[in-house]
């Protein structure tokens, strides 16, 4: 044994070859935290020291190659400024130069995941051969940063600027096919081969056969582009990619900017060129809150396998009721993850639309090579339509999603209780009904709770998971190991109208409705709302979700919160309502909606919205931007804030990323906590003041004053 630590070892091989094994102690996967780093640089100090050695193989002794950095280290090392940003990155440059400099060939046997630092480290390398289920790249722009360790040097000296640049900007796993095509790993074999064939290339290479030295050459020389060539490939990329990526997700342009500057020098300038743009990345407010994001996505995955692994038993077989929009969908993604559905409902139109919905989005993944005719079919037979509760008795979860109407749920859920096993967890997919109030007929309310999914299904990653009074434990594990099984990422909460997600939305449309209803325009709020990071304004939003819905849902949240959300005047959505404008499901709501090219439905502004609007609100009037989205944004933010203190969400975390998935609040904002924790609590008390003659919407808690009079934040580390 060359060297043996805790995150790595080398052991000599036969015939002179060094093998370098990342096994990171501890953990399933290995990483790049600081012991590996530390630990690379003595491996490596060990095999220039050795004698003999003829060339290295590195390896891993996990499933994965390498996932990437350790992303809790950054929060620390990214708040020490650009020195300790430096510091963090510095180390492992020099260790992947190093390797990239040894005397002697080296190969890299890519058995799982390499992403990110992990990509790098075999870009450093020689040769690349890569296990036919493996999956390369450089996914960094995704946490608003750009590849640091020599991603955006070496890969576009492997592959070229014009793919390097497409890789990089996007973030996105690579399959070995493409990474073949690419040239950016030299072989793909199957996984059970892999290391043989890593020797065989090594030795090739050591006999001379192979000629890695010019490679080596190539890594480190200049990009040999004439300048016509260059200004051709990154004027189009740079506009290309900033258009995609939108002014709030600076780092994809950072990373092709890294690309353009470096490509005329060589290695050790392109990397100080890299650094630097690095580091600028590393200071935005958008990787703040991406990198929080993804710690806080990992928080709650491991809260919802908590609750997974507290389930009495798998779920093997489900159930919805009502085949419509969420019950097709339901049945759908369902099936789609491998968990046969019965899907049942009172009418044959229904069950008969379900099924159309679900063979659409099967045919669209059979079109884009996503999935076998074969394959279609065996999803299409784990969803059995019916008429009646036939077999019912044999399901472990059964979802309701029948209509919005608490009497129609009080039946159809006592009936289906009579119907399935004593333990068999029954929950509503009731977007605001109380959890509590639809439980009473039940003769087991233990076995009773929410299961609340968004629109479209398929697409929406949020499931709020919502307990009732009597709600049992094991009724929420199964319910949250069904959603897990079903790739969606669950919360659990606690009851109340509207539960987490609609109860502060309804809020912000409230906020809109009072701006609209005092002369502002509504396009111009959709307007100022997307830029500020929505994916769509509210009047749009409205529309999409339907105004019937909305106008019904807002009663609901009413009656719950009176003094809050009690109305006192005609809102617009009201006015939508009333004239039969119910939003993208029958064309026309505050906008008209025609058909594209595609046969999706495109909204257009029309006069007809603003005549009628015109007898409720005040003589239009602009505003100014930061009026709107303080408007907007404030009965949000306090709602959440309310929901909070009272429990029906546990943390922070869970609150922002429920908004994150279920509305798609703006990610690069990292949520509404970490919103507020940005702009500091005592001005967002400030803020909320100004508007305090709007209502009690726009009051901040007396906690929040508290927290704003102490400089608390929500989230620790800041
Ligand atoms: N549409 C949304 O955006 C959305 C989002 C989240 C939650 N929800 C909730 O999901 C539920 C269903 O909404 P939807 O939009 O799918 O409604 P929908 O009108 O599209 O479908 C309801 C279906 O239930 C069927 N049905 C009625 N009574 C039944 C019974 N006794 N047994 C079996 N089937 C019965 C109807 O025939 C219809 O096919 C509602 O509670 C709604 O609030 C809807």
Not at 467 to 485: F, H, L, M, Q
Not at 621 to 639: H, L, Q, Y
Not at 666 to 682: E, H, K, M, N, Y
């Amino acid at each position: 044994m060359l060297f043996s630590g805790k995150a790595l070892s080398v052991q000599m091989l036969d015939n002179g070859i060094a093998e370098l094994n990342f096994d990171l102690q501890g953990e399933s996967v290995n990483k790049f935290n600081r012991l590996t780093v530390t630990e690379l640089s003595q491996a490596l100090d060990a095999i220039e020291a050795a004698d003999g050695v003829k060339g290295v193989l590195l390896t891993s002794g996990k499933g994965v190659f390498i996932v990437g950095a350790d992303i809790t280290e950054f929060g620390g090392a990214f708040s020490a400024g650009p020195e300790g940003i430096a510091d963090l990155m510095n180390k492992n440059n020099e260790n992947i130069n190093r390797l990239e400099d040894l005397p002697v060939p080296t190969v890299v046997a890519i058995n799982g995941y390499a992403l990110g630092g992990g990509f790098e480290v075999c870009l450093g390398c020689d040769y690349r051969v890569m296990g036919d289920q493996a999956k390369v790249g450089l996914p960094e722009v995704k946490l608003g940063l750009i590849p640091g360790w020599g991603g955006t040097v070496r890969l576009p000296r492997i592959v070229g600027v014009d793919v390097a640049a497409e890789w990089i900007a996007a973030g996105k796993e690579q399959r070995p096919d493409a990474a073949l095509t690419a040239h950016a790993v030299d072989a793909v074999v199957p996984t059970d081969k892999l290391k043989d064939a890593a020797l065989k290339l090594l030795g090739r290479a050591i006999d001379g056969e192979l000629d890695y030295q010019s490679r080596r050459e190539i890594k480190k020389s200049p990009i040999p582009l004439n300048d016509t060539e260059a200004l051709m490939a990154f004027f189009t990329t740079k506009a290309f990619v900033g258009q995609q990526a939108g002014k709030n997700y600076p780092s994809p342009v950072a990373a092709v900017t890294s690309i353009e500057q470096g490509y005329k020098v060589g290695r050790d300038e392109a990397l100080k060129i890299e650094q630097e743009q690095f580091i600028f990345c590393a200071q935005t407010g958008t990787a703040k809150s991406l990198v929080g994001l993804f710690l806080n996505d990992q928080a709650i995955g491991k809260v919802a396998k908590g609750w997974e692994k507290k389930a009495d038993k798998k779920i093997e077989r489900a159930a919805v009721l009502g085949a419509g929009i969420m019950g097709g969908g339901i049945a759908y993604q369902s099936a789609y993850k491998g968990t046969p559905i019965k899907m049942k409902d009172i009418a044959q139109d229904g069950i008969d639309l379900g099924l159309k919905e679900a063979n659409k989005l099967l045919s669209k993944l059979v079109d884009r090579g996503r999935l076998t005719p074969a394959k279609m079919g065996e999803v299409l037979n784990r969803i059995e339509p019916t008429l009646s509760y036939d077999g019912f008795g044999d399901v472990d979860v059964v979802v309701e999603a029948v209509v919005e109407n608490p009497k129609v749920k009080h039946a159809v859920l006592k009936e289906v209780e009579g119907k399935v096993s004593e333990d068999t967890v029954i929950a509503s997919n009731t977007s605001t009904i109380s959890i509590d109030h639809l439980a009473e007929p039940l003769a087991r309310p233990e076995n009773f709770l929410g299961m609340h999914f968004f629109n479209p299904v398929h697409k929406m990653p949020l499931v709020e998971v919502i307990r009732g009074e009597k709600t049992s434990d094991n009724a929420i594990a199964r319910v949250v190991a069904y959603a897990n099984k079903m790739g969606k990422k669950a919360i659990v909460v606690r009851d109340c109208p509207g539960f987490l997600v609609n109860r502060v939305l309804f809020p912000y449309f409230a906020g809109f409705a009072m701006l609209v209803r005092d002369g502002a325009d509504f396009q111009a709020v959709d307007k100022v709302m997307e830029r500020w990071g929505w994916p769509m304004g509210p009047a749009y939003l409205m529309d999409v979700v339907g105004i019937d819905t909305g106008v019904h849902a807002e009663k609901v949240m009413a009656e719950g919160f009176p003094e809050r959300m009690g109305k006192t005047f005609t809102a617009a959505s009201d006015v939508m309502y009333e004239a039969g404008r119910y939003g993208q499901k029958n064309d026309k709501g505050f906008y008209n909606y025609e058909e594209d090219k595609k046969g999706r439905p495109k909204k257009v502004a029309t006069e007809e919205s603003y005549e009628l609007l015109k007898p409720h609100v005040a003589d239009r009037r602009d505003f100014e931007k930061d009026e709107v989205i303080e408007r907007m944004m404030v009965p949000m933010a306090t709602e959440l804030a309310r929901c909070l203190e009272e429990g029906i969400v546990d943390s922070p975390a869970e609150a922002d990323m429920a908004l994150i998935y279920g509305i798609g609040f703006p990610p690069f904002r990292g949520g509404i906590f970490a919103w507020l924790d940005s702009i500091g609590l005592d001005e967002f008390v400030k803020m909320a003041d100004k508007y305090a003659d709007l209502g009690e919407l726009y009051q901040p808690t007396e906690r929040m004053r508290e927290m704003a009079a102490k400089g608390e934040t929500y989230y620790k580390s800041n």
